[in-house]
């Protein structure tokens, strides 16, 4: 059944959609929840059990107070459909999931009465994220290159089946204590292959690492080139120990996104290689056109500089120290963390634009 073109959570798992399979489909009971991992702005994140095979899984699950509206149920919905689609090496593995009628404490509701919350069950991964670890400065550039090209061949992938991730940031990249790196939270991830679930002019995404596109709201063209400037971002980050656009507010950092070049690489570290520093600046092109071409051709060019590093094994013994010693000290899942710009404040921005658009237009006819 579906409601306004919109799959209600009671049919998502048993819909004839091509890309949801039986097997997909998931009980909450055959997961034992265990310790809170984190809470975000739509899903509670647990570590959990999976009961029929044993293995150490994370299971989000959908908040009870946006469990009825709607639209986020829908991106609930996608997201896990995108999830279903991918699988590699680099990207959170996905375990099939369902839903759930819960009570008001949060206990499971006797005959199908209460709210009925969405979950998924997902990779969980021991070990923290990019974000954490950049709080203790920058990282030697081969560790860099290292990270940027397992990131490039997630990217691939998943733009390889039509994925446009749209939030690429340090913080949805984990990294295991023996720093193998896993993109996760496709949450407003784009999938050209299906309707579009964004109103156009519509700003998602974290203001740090947007691309110009995406500050504009032209949904016409996002596309890999929007995660290629995001990833110019985060490299660019990981080199010198900052983004490259910094201010008090994300109405600046989004004028500089817009209209600001970035202060070169290699004035701010002339040790840098100079293809490394040339690559990281063509994805931070304003115009997507004017970006690499996919994240293949940012890999090719990161891998042949990953094969010409000098003491390798020193540089990476000293980065998993580091892993552990950060990860130890912090939160060990980071999964649930609030994002970087909420629906709550993009609702405000929006009517922000279309109260001084109003003005304007108001000021000119009264002129």
């Not at 097997?23 to 984190?38: P, T, V």
Request: hydrophobic share 40%.
């Amino acid at each position: 059944m579906q409601v306004d073109g919109v799959w209600t959570p009671r049919q998502l798992c048993i819909s004839s959609n091509r890309h949801t399979t039986m097997h997909l489909q998931r009980k909450l009971d055959d997961f034992k929840l265990g310790e809170l991992l984190g809470t975000g702005t739509v899903g509670t994140v647990y570590a959990a059990e999976d009961r029929t095979t044993g293995q150490e899984v994370a299971v989000k699950i959908l908040l009870p107070e946006v469990s009825l509206d709607r639209n986020i149920v829908a991106r609930f919905e996608r997201e896990m459909l995108i999830l279903s689609k991918l699988s590699h090496p680099n990207i959170i593995r996905y375990y099939g999931g369902g839903g759930h009628d819960f009570d008001r404490q949060g206990a499971t509701a006797a005959g199908g009465h209460g709210v009925h919350r969405l979950f998924y069950a997902m990779e969980l991964v021991h070990g923290g994220s990019l974000k954490q670890v950049l709080t203790s400065g920058k990282l030697p550039w081969q560790q860099a290159v290292r990270y940027g090209i397992k990131v490039c061949s997630a990217l691939q992938h998943a733009h390889n089946y039509g994925i446009v991730h749209r939030d690429l940031k340090p913080g949805n990249l984990y990294l295991t204590y023996n720093g193998e790196l896993k993109l996760g939270d496709f949450g407003i991830a784009l999938d050209t292959g299906e309707a579009s679930l964004t109103a156009t002019g519509l700003i998602v995404g974290s203001y740090l690492y947007m691309a110009p596109e995406q500050i504009r709201g032209e949904t016409g063209r996002i596309g890999n080139q929007t995660d290629l400037y995001a990833l110019g971002c985060i490299l660019y980050e990981m080199l010198v120990g900052r983004p490259p656009f910094q201010g008090a507010t994300f109405a600046q950092i989004f004028d500089q996104h817009l209209k600001d070049d970035p202060v070169p690489l290699v004035e701010l570290d002339p040790s840098l290689p100079k293809s490394l520093c040339d690559i990281v600046m063509q994805c931070l092109a304003k115009n997507p056109y004017q970006r690499p071409l996919n994240a293949r051709h940012v890999q090719g060019v990161l891998s042949e500089l990953d094969v010409s590093w000098d003491r390798e094994d020193e540089i990476y013994r000293a980065e998993l120290s580091r892993l552990r010693k950060i990860f130890d000290a912090g939160v060990i899942y980071d999964q649930g963390a609030l994002p970087e710009v909420s629906w709550a404040r993009l609702g405000m921005l929006a009517g922000m634009v279309v109260v001084i658009c109003l003005l304007f237009w108001l000021f000119a006819n009264l002129s």
